[in-house]
Structures are given as C-alpha cells and as structure tokens.
C-alpha cells in the first residue's frame, strides 16, 4: 500500500525551529518529486515547498530563507526543518507526493500539526 | 504573483449540477494544466480532476473539469449531485516553479 505519514508536528515558541518527517512506503521513493503543504485551521491549503529526484529544492516567497525541504532516499523519508517560526506558521502539514510526469499530487499523508502561539 | 481566485461557497440541491470556477489572476491560465481536490473535514485532499479534465480511477463521471480562455477560468462541474459531495474543492496550478492554490470553495449539499 502506498503510504506517507508525517512526524514531529508540536508546540514552540516564535523564533524557534521545528524538524517535520515524512516516511514513504509502497513505492519507489527516489523516483518521485515530493512536497510539503499545510493548512491553517479553517483556512485553504498552501504549498510549502518541493524537492526533485535530483534534489533541487523549490518555495513560495512566505517561506523561502526560514523553511529547508530535504530527502533522505535510503531511508524513504522526507524532511522540512523550519527555522525562524512564527504565530502564522501555525497549521497542519502534509507531505504529498508529485505524480510523475504531471502537475498534481496524487498521494498525501494524514498531516502533522504545528502550532506557534501569538 | 500568480493567484486562483474560488468563490468561498456554493450550495445545490441533491440531483442537482453544480459549477464552481477558478479564475486566473494574470497570464493565461490555459498555459499550465488546472487540478481539482475535493477533502472532507478531518482528511487530506485527494484529486478528482487533473490536467484540466481528467479523472483519476475510481472517481465518477460526474465529475468534469474544463477551461475557458475568454475568461482565464478553469471550472468544476458536478452533475447529479449526491450529499457525499460535500466537501471543500480546490483548484491547482503551477507558474515559473510556484504551486498555487485556489482558496477553497464549501460545497453545502442541501
């Protein structure tokens, strides 16, 4: 079964740092391109970063500089470390998977929960 | 920035057909594919329409997507509509490396 389930979601405090996990199963995790989305309580969902086969890394401006996505192949996992956070950083976060050769992502975890107190 | 912009809600009835649209902000929106997630409270998204207007296995054919350039808009359609539907959708596309994400749009089966 193909599977990806998320770790390390807690409470810190603004400015401190947080490292999430993804843990890929039922498929070849070297082959795919991976992201991170979250998604705010209440609110849509907002993509966090990318990572290709070859381990380039992509961000949207809100997090670019704070945020460092990175892939581990031998372990199946993928990881974000967030440094730097802040009250509006506050969400659940999924870890997707890209289908390959197309521009939508066809398998995502059930989220971790990140929560950074005003 | 590249921005899809969703209405916050649409309701219909059971039986009924239901189209919730996308709107471009700049550019075309034709020029990258459009997808739509449909997630229900308390679970992750998952696809019903990708590449503009393709089904993934398994999700029905009342379910279609298509675009309009005239009006830089991509648009979910739902036909017979069944109170299972109820959920939130979101449209997706890509610009210069960006993901971008509608706001979301509460379909209220009712």
């Known amino acids: 079964e193909v599977q990806l389930v998320e770790s390390g979601g807690g409470l810190v405090q603004p400015g401190g740092s947080l490292r999430l996990s993804c843990a890929a199963s039922g498929f070849t995790f070297s082959s795919y391109d991976m992201h991170w989305v979250r998604q705010a309580t209440g609110k849509g969902l907002e993509w966090v970063s990318a990572i290709g086969t070859a381990g380039d890394t992509y961000y949207p401006g809100s997090v670019r500089g704070r945020f460092t996505i990175s892939r581990e192949n031998a372990k199946n996992s993928l990881y974000l470390q967030m440094n730097s956070l802040r009250a509006g950083d506050t969400a659940v976060y999924y870890c997707?998977?890209?289908?390959?050769?197309?521009?939508?992502?066809?398998?995502w975890g059930k989220g971790t929960t990140v929560t950074v107190p005003s | 920035n590249f921005m899809l912009t969703q209405p916050h809600s649409v309701s219909e009835s059971p039986g009924k057909t239901v189209t919730i649209s996308c709107t471009g902000s700049s550019g075309s929106i034709a020029s990258n594919y459009v997808q739509w997630y449909q997630q229900r409270p308390g679970s992750a998204p998952t696809t019903v329409i990708y590449e503009d207007n393709q089904r993934p296995s398994g999700v029905p054919d009342r379910f279609s997507g298509s675009i309009d350039s005239s009006s830089n808009s991509a648009s979910l359609t739902i036909s017979g509509l069944k109170t299972e539907d109820e959920a939130d959708y979101y449209c997706?596309?890509?610009?210069?490396?960006?993901?971008?994400f509608g706001g979301g749009t509460k379909l209220t089966v009712l």
């Open positions: 997707a998977r890209r289908v390959r050769g197309g521009y939508y992502m066809d398998v």
């Open positions: 997706q596309s890509f610009d210069s490396n960006n993901w971008v």
